[in-house]
């Protein structure tokens, strides 16, 4: 079995069975015992063991190690919508600076679409010391298999050691099948990324097993290592002007740039406010508003802040807010700044969306709702008392 | 058309309980559902047959206890179901999981429409669905919120993005991964839930599919864990009290603050 107890130095601690996300091992007669039938090797109990007595071995008799040393540099996708590099790229050019100077190796964007000349100059300025250019009339919108297959062809030319990518629509749709294609292996949504200096590895941290354990994944045997991370997880890195940077552009031509799917048309859906995902400050609802029309309390507060509004799963299933405004496991995941979670109970499905928020502020009556466990301010008031006065506030100290 | 629809079984959250001393979960006794995103794709492909005729196929790869999940999808109007299970898929990383469940569609061989959930509420990757397509050498398009059009050849539809959406025509065969808001999935009905029952689910291992066994399970996949840990606990918070006038003093300092 790829998986096995080596009892002479299990000393029956627990931890394994306490960190089994499948609930596949028992202690008999103070030993560690794996059920077979359950265990999905996910590999969460061998690296959780103190004592290294849970193997879980691994053939990678298939993988090309042997070439791995020739892998250099780490790249971003730098992603532009209507011919403007989005912020995500900013912020991985910041982090991908950091990797960098612990492989002691350089940093560089790849670039793809139509006229972008500004562009390349702003990605030197945030980090970039290479730009990989490719402009071509078919590339000017997001198409997932000329990109993916320009990007297949950038990566087998000049090898880069690690790839990271934003987890947005298209950044999704793209980075898992330039994957498969290369065969590398791909880690989604990481919170954090960092160097093992010694092996010049990425470590790749992200939430696992579906709860609130975090595991740190690694991929010792490919390359590129492959990340992606979401939108305002890292800080963008500033733009210095005095920065100097290589710009390569790629000529590609022919079959390559086809596509089989066409877009059609790109609608945007203007809102009256600030899309969540790029809020700075979110102003959420829940089943504590108890009407539609108590929306609007909230929405006057966020314009006041100058932030979005949010919803939970139950204010938007009641039909109070549109889904696009849902936070939460089956919505979306926010990073703001500042959350204020109104009549929002904090079921897990709704803090798995919100929880990284850097301040959360919660109001609500019930002083057991579970949401003030992981606020930074709890208050146990009457919402339609405390909102109102607290936007006529903010906007008399803005007036001053 | 034939469809086929993949899922996948997920321990059902809402059960999920936090051992407040160890900050671990305490999984005992949790039940097994479908990804709730898998929902949505059932539906679609019921849906879709429906208007224009054919089958739907469910495939799912995991332990043998996920043949729950494809009979509970057959309960919902799916017309066949597809087990994956073999020891040899254990460990599948998101390469290794699309590598088999490709290794399965390409022996079902006769489909036009692949339906996926836009991610699966355990793992959270969403890359399993472009994965499928990519090893089939298909098309994708994921973030479905609408089918607009379907034609003999060709398909439309509307492809969530942060700002709106993207209408998008693709050929035939496509995979698509939808998004919540494209349907409101059925009930089961009481004719589904008797045929649920009595259906046969096909079990193949990695020999029916004819899948390369180095890229299979554990061996297969390119990544792997190296470390697990608990996140520490938020700080403990403050609770603001007093009356009225002194709670929103606080606020509009603490919010001067933080901004």
Same mark, same amino acid.
């Given at each position: 079995?790829?998986?096995?107890?080596?009892?002479?130095?299990?000393?029956?601690?627990?931890?394994?069975?306490?960190?089994?996300?499948?609930?596949?091992?028992?202690?008999?007669?103070? /030993?560690?015992?794996?059920?077979?039938?359950?265990?999905?090797?996910?590999?969460?109990?061998?690296?959780?063991?103190?004592?290294?007595?849970?193997?879980?071995?691994?053939?990678?008799?298939?993988?090309?190690?042997?070439?791995?040393?020739?892998?250099?540099?780490?790249?971003?996708?730098?992603?532009?919508?209507?011919?403007?590099?989005?912020?995500?790229?900013?912020?991985?050019?910041?982090?991908?600076?950091?990797?960098?100077?612990?492989?002691?190796?350089?940093?560089?964007?790849?670039?793809?679409?139509?006229?972008?000349?500004?562009?390349?100059?702003?990605?030197?300025?945030?980090?970039?010391? /290479?730009?990989?250019?490719?402009?071509?009339?078919?590339?000017?919108?997001?198409?997932?298999?000329?990109?993916?297959?320009?990007?297949?062809?950038?990566?087998?030319? *000049?090898?880069?050691?690690?790839?990271?990518?934003?987890?947005?629509?298209?950044?999704?749709?793209? @980075?898992?099948?330039?994957?498969?294609?290369?065969?590398?292996?791909?880690?989604?949504?990481?919170?954090?990324?960092?160097?093992?200096?010694?092996?010049?590895?990425?470590?790749?941290?992200?939430?696992?097993?579906?709860?609130?354990?975090?595991?740190?994944?690694?991929?010792?045997?490919?390359?590129?290592?492959?990340?992606?991370?979401?939108?305002?997880?890292?800080?963008?890195?500033?733009?210095?002007?005095?920065?100097?940077?290589?710009?390569?552009?790629?000529?590609?031509?022919?079959?390559?740039?086809?596509?089989?799917?066409?877009?059609?048309?790109?609608?945007?859906?203007?809102?009256?406010?600030?899309?969540?995902?790029?809020?700075?400050?979110?102003?959420?609802?829940?089943?504590?508003?108890?009407?539609?029309?108590?929306?609007?309390?909230?929405?006057?507060?966020?314009?006041?802040?100058?932030?979005?509004?949010?919803?939970?799963?139950?204010?938007?299933?009641?039909?109070?807010?549109?889904?696009?405004?849902?936070?939460?496991?089956?919505?979306?995941?926010?990073?703001?700044? @500042?959350?204020?979670?109104?009549?929002?109970?904090?079921?897990?499905?709704?803090?798995?969306?919100?929880?990284?928020?850097?301040?959360?502020?919660? @109001?609500?009556?019930?002083?057991?709702?579970?949401?003030?466990?992981?606020?930074? *301010?709890?208050?146990?008031?009457?919402?339609?008392?405390?909102?109102?006065?607290?936007?006529?506030?903010?906007?008399?100290?803005?007036?001053? | 058309?034939?469809?086929?629809?993949?899922?996948?079984?997920?321990?059902?959250? %809402?059960?999920?309980?936090?051992?407040?001393?160890?900050?671990?979960?305490?999984?005992?006794?949790?039940?097994?559902?479908?990804?709730?995103?898998?929902?949505?794709?059932?539906?679609?492909?019921?849906?879709?047959?429906?208007?224009?005729?054919?089958?739907? %196929?469910?495939?799912?790869?995991? #332990?043998?206890?996920?043949?729950?999940?494809?009979?509970?999808?057959? $309960?919902?109007?799916?017309?066949?179901?597809?087990?994956?299970?073999?020891?040899?898929?254990?460990? $599948?990383?998101?390469?290794?999981?699309?590598?088999?469940?490709?290794?399965?569609?390409?022996?079902?061989?006769?489909?036009?429409?692949?339906?996926?959930?836009?991610?699966?509420?355990?793992?959270?990757?969403?890359?399993?669905?472009?994965?499928?397509?990519?090893?089939?050498?298909?098309?994708?398009?994921?973030?479905?919120?609408?089918?607009?059009?379907?034609?003999?050849?060709?398909?439309?539809?509307?492809?969530?993005?942060?700002?709106?959406?993207?209408?998008?025509?693709?050929?035939?065969?496509?995979?698509? +991964?939808?998004?919540?808001?494209?349907? %409101? #999935?059925?009930? #089961?009905?009481?004719?589904?839930?008797?045929?649920?029952?009595?259906?046969?689910?096909?079990?193949? +291992?990695?020999?029916?599919?004819?899948?390369?066994?180095?890229?299979?399970?554990?061996?297969?996949?390119?990544?792997?864990?190296?470390?697990?840990?608990?996140?520490?606990?938020?700080?403990?918070?403050?609770?603001?009290?007093?009356? +009225?006038?002194?709670?929103?003093?606080?606020?509009?300092?603490?919010?001067?603050?933080?901004?």
């Amino acid at each position: 079995m790829p998986i096995q107890v080596i009892f002479e130095k299990c000393t029956g601690c627990t931890v394994c069975v306490k960190v089994c996300p499948f609930d596949a091992i028992r202690m008999m007669d103070k /030993k560690a015992v794996i059920n077979l039938d359950k265990c999905t090797l996910c590999g969460a109990c061998a690296p959780a063991c103190k004592f290294k007595a849970i193997l879980l071995e691994k053939s990678e008799a298939g993988s090309p190690k042997s070439d791995l040393r020739h892998y250099k540099g780490v790249w971003i996708f730098a992603e532009q919508r209507k011919g403007k590099v989005q912020p995500i790229a900013f912020e991985l050019l910041g982090k991908a600076r950091e990797l960098a100077r612990d492989l002691e190796t350089d940093v560089s964007a790849v670039l793809l679409g139509d006229r972008l000349e500004e562009e390349i100059q702003e990605l030197i300025w945030r980090g970039a010391d /290479k730009v990989y250019v490719v402009e071509k009339r078919e590339l000017a919108n997001y198409l997932d298999e000329p990109y993916t297959n320009v990007i297949v062809e950038l990566i087998k030319k *000049y090898k880069p050691e690690a790839f990271l990518c934003g987890a947005t629509t298209i950044g999704r749709s793209l @980075i898992s099948r330039i994957a498969i294609k290369i065969k590398a292996g791909l880690t989604a949504d990481c919170t954090d990324l960092a160097v093992d200096k010694e092996k010049k590895m990425l470590l790749q941290t992200r939430p696992a097993f579906g709860g609130n354990i975090m595991a740190t994944i690694i991929c010792p045997a490919y390359r590129p290592q492959m990340a992606t991370v979401r939108h305002k997880v890292f800080p963008e890195s500033p733009s210095d002007m005095k920065r100097k940077g290589k710009v390569i552009r790629e000529n590609l031509d022919g079959p390559i740039l086809e596509s089989r799917t066409s877009l059609l048309d790109i609608i945007d859906e203007i809102e009256s406010t600030v899309n969540i995902g790029d809020a700075d400050i979110i102003v959420a609802g829940g089943r504590g508003m108890k009407t539609p029309e108590n929306f609007k309390m909230l929405e006057d507060l966020a314009k006041a802040l100058g932030g979005a509004v949010g919803a939970s799963r139950a204010a938007v299933d009641s039909g109070w807010m549109p889904y696009s405004h849902q936070v939460g496991q089956t919505g979306k995941t926010v990073c703001p700044k @500042i959350y204020i979670a109104c009549g929002i109970s904090g079921q897990i499905q709704h803090l798995v969306g919100m929880q990284s928020a850097k301040t959360i502020i919660a @109001i609500n009556s019930d002083p057991y709702a579970p949401i003030f466990k992981i606020a930074n *301010y709890g208050i146990v008031a009457d919402i339609f008392e405390i909102i109102p006065i607290l936007t006529r506030r903010l906007k008399e100290v803005c007036k001053k | 058309m034939n469809i086929i629809v993949c899922i996948k079984q997920v321990p059902e959250t %809402t059960e999920v309980r936090i051992n407040p001393e160890t900050n671990t979960l305490m999984r005992e006794g949790v039940k097994s559902i479908i990804n709730p995103f898998d929902m949505y794709a059932i539906e679609e492909g019921v849906l879709i047959r429906e208007k224009v005729g054919g089958k739907v %196929t469910v495939v799912t790869m995991g #332990p043998p206890q996920a043949e729950a999940a494809l009979r509970e999808a057959i $309960s919902l109007g799916a017309d066949e179901a597809i087990l994956l299970s073999d020891r040899a898929f254990a460990g $599948s990383d998101t390469w290794a999981t699309s590598y088999t469940l490709a290794a399965a569609i390409r022996k079902i061989k006769d489909y036009q429409l692949i339906i996926c959930g836009k991610q699966a509420s355990d793992g959270d990757t969403a890359q399993v669905g472009p994965g499928i397509a990519t090893h089939l050498d298909i098309p994708q398009v994921i973030y479905v919120k609408k089918v607009e059009e379907i034609k003999d050849t060709t398909i439309r539809v509307w492809r969530m993005t942060e700002d709106g959406y993207e209408v998008i025509e693709a050929p035939f065969p496509v995979l698509f +991964t939808v998004v919540k808001e494209i349907n %409101t #999935p059925r009930l #089961p009905s009481l004719k589904g839930i008797m045929r649920s029952k009595q259906a046969k689910i096909t079990v193949w +291992t990695h020999k029916d599919i004819e899948a390369d066994f180095a890229q299979l399970g554990l061996n297969g996949s390119p990544t792997q864990v190296a470390k697990v840990f608990t996140p520490a606990p938020r700080g403990k918070g403050q609770m603001l009290s007093g009356t +009225t006038d002194d709670i929103v003093a606080g606020l509009v300092n603490i919010l001067k603050e933080q901004q």
